[in-house]
Structures are given as C-alpha cells and as structure tokens.
C-alpha cells in the first residue's frame, strides 16, 4: 500500500526500504509500522497480536496521547482481537479511523468481510481505493451499551464463535460463563469445550464463572458475552429441583428466576450478546425432563428476543440476522 504517493508500506514488521521523504518519518513500534505524515497526521500498520497495554510513559489524562493514530491498518483475518487490543491501548482513539484489510479466501464473501468490519467500527475498503484520512464517511456505526444481541443455533453451528467476533473490536469485555466448572476426571468432553473457548478469548477479556446472570447483567457496563443460556438455565433447574422432582413449587420458582433474568437483560446498560441453543428443531426429548428443558429454553428464548435490538441465527458457521 501507498501513503500519500511517496511511501510504500510492505508489512507492519518492516522497516521502510528507503529513507522517507522530508517531512515523513517511519520507526517500528511494539504496534506496528508508524509513519508521521508532513500534516502530522499518523498512520499505524498494525502488527497483529499488538499489547493492549499503552507505553509505560504514556500520560492518562492526555486527550490525544502520543501514541494514539489517526488511521491504522488492520488484517482482521488474521488477528481481528487487535482492533480491541489497540483501544484497550488508547492507539486507537474516538476520532481514530479503523481501516480492515486482509480480505481474501479465508472469508467467504466481500459481504461478510464488510458485515465483519462494521461490528468492529471499520471500514472494509475496496482494493485500490483511495482513502483519506480521517475519511469522509468515518467513523462507521457501531453497537453500544445499551445493545444486546441473542445469538441462537443448533449444537456445533458457529453460534459461539459468532458471538466471541462481535466482540473482538471492544476494549473491556466480561466473559459470563453460566456453566458448570470443567473436571477432567468427570467430564472429559465438557473440559475440551471449554478449554476450546478459553484458548480463542483474547487474554485481556475478564471472565466470571457464575449462575447469577441476573445480578451481572443488572450491574455490568462495557460490553459483555453471555454463554450462554441453555447452561445458565440447566442449572437454575437443577437448583430449583426440577430435573428430579424434588420440590413441588418448582417450576413456580423456575418461573420467578426466568423472569429476573429477562428483567435484568431488558434493563441492562452494557452492550450484551448472548448465545443459547435452538432446541426445538431436533428429535423429541424421550424423557419428561429433557422435555421441560426444551419448553423453558424455546419460551426464554422468546423472551429475551423480545428484549432484543438483534437476533441472529448460526447455521453450519454462516450467520443470519432474524428480522
């Protein structure tokens, strides 16, 4: 790529071959390949796997650190989590342009390589178009607090992974894991899954391992992944006593848990997105149990789609938006 007819950028790795012209400088840094312009505008090829901590010098209370760009170049195929470590690390401001490049095979269409930059507040220009900094359209919508989102699907279908890319361009994000804790010993499948889900999160994401979605959903701000629903609801039967039967009232008490959380969901400030499964497109339940489950789930599903600004579907690792 070309700055201003007089650069040429190779790879955020790489030194510029040539001495910039006057008025131009270029140094490599922990984020990638830094070119101040002769306007003093600055543009970063970003390095993928950027730190999402800024430079221990950096000043907190400076409104446009130096460290902070005006444009910055992103392969979001390769390594989408740096849009989120880059503004977690103030490189990437309020007023700085966000510009996805890396488009190619291993994304399926033009359309959902833009569908994908847009989640990520950035622009999915064309090849060989001609950008100005801050262009005219910046900066591109993005979801904010309060927005939540319900991502549904059948068991393996992308839903999760979905959800976990929606997220990757956000500075602070609270992973609430609804689940049982993983024991190898007892469950050696469940330990793979989630291990699988913990290895893809980017390391600065907070995670809570709790069933009170209610009470984080009614206090958190930022953005939050919720994964997911089927968990969080197998418990809460299970405390409820409603898998063997053991208390009388409980699906009464099932009832006023539900409740809270679609409380909590519709009033929260955060910008949620939540997974749950689809169980209602599958065999019938064979047992009087499984089929409770399946009731709940498809009528909270209902709910908290009701409550929601987004829902999509995930089907074999493509996604559509529910109108």
Sequence with gaps: MTVDNVLSLSSPDSAVPNPPPDGYSAVLTPYGLRVDGADGGRLLYARPGAPAEPPEDADPDDPRPAHQADLVLVDVVESPETIGALRRAGVVGFTTAVVAVGGDHRVHSPGEFARRARLWGALAPSDGQELRCPPATWPPSRPHGPHRVLVTGGARSGKSAEAERRLLGEPEVLYLATGPA????????????????????????????????????????????????????????????????????????????????????????????????????????PTASGGLFRDWLGRLNQSLAAESEEVVLATAGRVTQLP
Excluded: I, K, Q
């Design 182 to 285: 993983p024991d190898p010993e007892e469950d050696g499948s469940w330990a793979r899954r989630v291990a699988e889900h913990r290895a893809r999160r980017p390391p600065w994401w907070r995670t809570v391992e709790t069933p009170d979605a209610a009470s984080v959903l009614a206090e958190a701000r930022g953005a939050v992944l919720f994964d997911c629903v089927g968990t969080w609801l197998a418990r809460v039967m299970e405390d409820c006593g409603l898998w063997a039967g053991e208390a009388t009232d409980a699906e009464e008490r099932l009832a006023g848990r539900v409740a809270e959380l679609v409380a909590a969901w519709r009033g929260s400030a955060a910008y949620v997105v939540a997974v749950t499964n689809e169980v209602g497109s599958g065999v019938v339940p």
